[in-house]
């Protein structure tokens, strides 16, 4: 049996034909495109036969009869293979280029029968395997890269082979590779007649060669279906009829400029005339530099429908096209907005804004939506809210929700109640409702003074994210009904409920919006405030959060710190709080912005810089106040600003923020646990903590999701009291709060193993030793008194041998300790 030869590896059934053909006399044809490896079995048939040389009429019995290209034959050549196809008594093969509008060559084909072998493109394993065998092996992803840069026609894959340098890391054999399949591709074209590079140009870009639009393309009709053939078994065009990507350089080579150009502006109205355009073909279209009406009116529909990853450069291509961009400027800055590149957004909504006596009122007040949506994302919601008031309450339409939410976050609240005054005139579809809801919901949590009327505004805001309506996924808004519920409820100390909005919401979302991003940071705070600080690392870590969406950064820098303080690495706090300068700077506070707001304070205070964000909590308390000190909001900025106090050893000042959460406490039940823990805080401040007031505190913080504030109030509450059996008790209980958090939802603690002759708490408190975390500190963390601290430490300087504290501090960061930058989140402090 004859093996498989070098110059048919991966041509599919090409070497069993052979050894077919070389067994059995009879008729025997290969068909394929130019390029496609005909010749080669040819080739491989006469290296083992004797091909008769002479004429096929005058062929003795048992010669073997070889032809190469009959599709070029004359018509009495034809005649003769048709004849000499019906001998028994010898070997006919005849290799052609199949010919759809050629009834001779068609029927010559069809003869063969099962004699017949068809050359199809080489497939990606295929191009691998030829490599392997003629080459040198090369990778599944070259390989891919070869078969879409040759449409898998033999020819053109061996040039590609055949260009591999010895280096494939190198990407000068990748450069070689492509420079010698254009070089074949042109070499395969030198002989195409212009016709046929024209319908293979049309092919390009959509226009499959077929008699009606070739004779379209070259303005006659005779012999036009002979064209056809040609440009259809070139070896340019790929299974689907479409050029092969890197024909199109050689071919426009071959063609010229100016008659390209002729050819395309006939490409595209045949194409617009005939409805034969697709997306890709329109903006290829004109990327190559044609104007035409009908292309960018085809652009903008394909663009209005695309997604708004592909939309934006479908508006770019329609402008290309001739469409007047200031028509598109509304739907291109929205589209940009979506996509999260506010600059351009901005640009293009400003083209709208500054053109409003002329342009459409639609577009007005899409582009005034899109720029209060820039201004809020980049911590701004002041110039929202200034935007929409600019507008005026006759125009807004459905974004007189957006209006009020804007100027509600933004402390007007007059400009709020005038927006909601317009909703009442908007039809009640799903996503008027929403926005409605949502709106009565901020309003209606901002007024409460009652349990009853806080309870009916968080109804409201939870029915908001319920009916989202049939809004767009390039529709932007201010905020997202499912943001704004979730930071209410981690206002209100109800994580429970942001997880179950989050868990309705994200999956809407489109990944990596900013919108999706804005929850998911929602949802790492929770985790932070709940003590799992590995989850909300975690989320930290997938984000990728652009530099202009100061919003989203203010969150992500604010978790950052709060991680760094709660873990007590002073170090890694600084960094972080570095960091957030920025956008600290640059931010504008907002009712939507407190949290993150108090969170800084909290580290500022810590580091001793309360000075860079006194502009922040003086702009907070400014808006607090013109709204009237709402609790659900207030609560948690006074909160922060007791446990500032704490940290500054200052009672005096956290009396007032105290007696805020207290005057706020019959209405409002997360105030109420807040105002608690305040006085709880205040007694171990001044010397005098009440055991039994602590304890409920503490246990009320965790009920309300702050088992860490709950866990450190009982444990620096123990080391203020003098008696040990209370001491004792209450760190018994700041170790109940954390430790089933920790276990449950963090796994170990991540201080190191035991190392050496020390004991897992030694080793814990060597951990912390090296961090230069204080004896008062390192009890609170572990709830053990400052005494069994020095206890501790003393039994390891005994075990070490060291002589002095600086020494052991050195021995025991040459054992491991102190490398670690976080601790578990029962490891806090204040």
Known sequence: ??????????????????????????????????????????????????????????????????????????????????????????????????????????????????????????????????????????????????????????????????????????????????????????????DANDDTRALLLAARFGIVPEPATAAQLVGRSSDIESSVDLACTSGALDATGALIPAAEGPLIELIGDRRCRTLLDSVTDIAVRSRLLDATAARALAQRGVVHAGLADFIVQQADSASVEAAGALYDAAVDAGFDPAVLAARRSEVAAATGDLDEAARYADVVIDSAAVCDGADLRTAVRVSASVAAQRGMLARSAQLFGWLGEDRLGPDAVWAALSAAAAGDRGAADRSMAAVSALAPTSSTAS??????????????????????????????????????????????????????????????????????????????????????????????????????????????????????????????????????????????????????????????????????????????????????????????????????????????????????????????????????????PYSAALAAAGRAWLGVLQGRPDPTEVEMSARTLTAFGLPWDGARLASEAALTVTDTATATALLHIARSLRQPSSAGREGPRSTPQPTGSLSEREAEVAELLVLGVTYREVGSRLYISPKTVEHHVARIRRRLGAESRSELISMLRAMGYGGSTSTSSSDVTV
Not at 496 to 518: F, K, M, N, W, Y
């Open 1 to 190: 049996m004859t093996s498989i030869r070098p110059s048919l590896v991966g041509v599919e059934r090409a070497d069993r034909f052979v050894r077919d053909v070389l067994d059995n006399r009879g008729f025997h044809v290969v068909v394929g495109v130019n390029g496609s490896g005909r010749s080669a079995v040819l080739d491989a048939i006469a290296a083992s036969a004797d091909p008769y040389p002479g004429r096929i009429a005058d062929a003795p019995s048992g010669s073997t009869i070889v032809v190469d290209d009959a599709h070029l034959l004359a018509e009495q050549r034809l005649d003769e293979i048709a004849a000499a196809a019906t001998r028994s008594d010898i070997t006919l093969i005849v290799a052609t280029a199949p010919r759809e509008f050629d009834s001779r060559i068609d029927k010559l084909i069809a003869s063969a029968g099962a004699g017949r072998l068809t050359l199809a493109p080489l497939d990606k394993t295929s191009i691998s395997a030829r490599a392997a065998a003629t080459a040198r092996p090369i990778s599944a992803a070259l390989a891919n890269a070869i078969a879409k840069s040759t449409g898998g026609i033999l020819a053109v894959v061996d040039a590609a082979l055949a260009a591999l340098d010895s280096e494939l890391a190198d990407p000068a054999p990748l450069r070689a590779v492509s420079e010698a399949v254009a070089a074949q591709h042109r070499r395969m074209l030198l």
């Open 435 to 668: 926005g409605t809801l949502l709106a009565a919901g901020v309003l209606g949590s901002i007024d409460s003074r009652s349990a009853a009327a806080a309870s009916v505004a968080a109804h409201s805001l939870m029915r908001a994210t319920t009916l989202t309506g049939n809004t767009s996924g390039r529709s932007c808004s201010t905020d997202t009904a499912a943001a704004v519920a979730a930071l209410h409820a981690v206002h209100c100390g109800d994580l429970a409920r942001v997880d179950s909005i989050l868990a309705r919401a994200l999956p809407e979302q489109r990944p990596g919006s900013e919108a999706h991003t804005r929850l998911l940071l929602v949802g790492a705070w929770a985790s932070m405030l709940r003590g799992d600080s590995a989850e909300a690392s975690s989320t930290l870590d997938t984000l990728r959060v652009p530099l202009s969406h100061m919003r989203n950064q203010l969150f992500l820098h604010a978790i950052r710190v709060g991680l760094a303080r709660r873990s007590g690495d002073a170090g890694s706090l600084m960094t972080a709080w570095t960091g957030a300068q920025n956008v600290i700077a640059e931010y504008s506070a907002d009712l939507f912005a407190l949290l993150p707001l108090g969170e800084l304070l909290l580290a500022a205070t810590r580091l001793g810089q309360v000075d860079r964000v006194e502009h922040l909590v003086a702009q907070a308390t400014d808006l607090l106040a013109a709204l009237g000190d709402p609790p659900v909001w207030a609560s948690a900025l006074h909160w922060y600003r007791v446990q500032a106090a704490i940290v500054a050893q200052t009672p005096d000042a956290l009396v007032p923020h105290a007696r805020a959460l207290a005057a706020a406490a019959p209405t409002h």
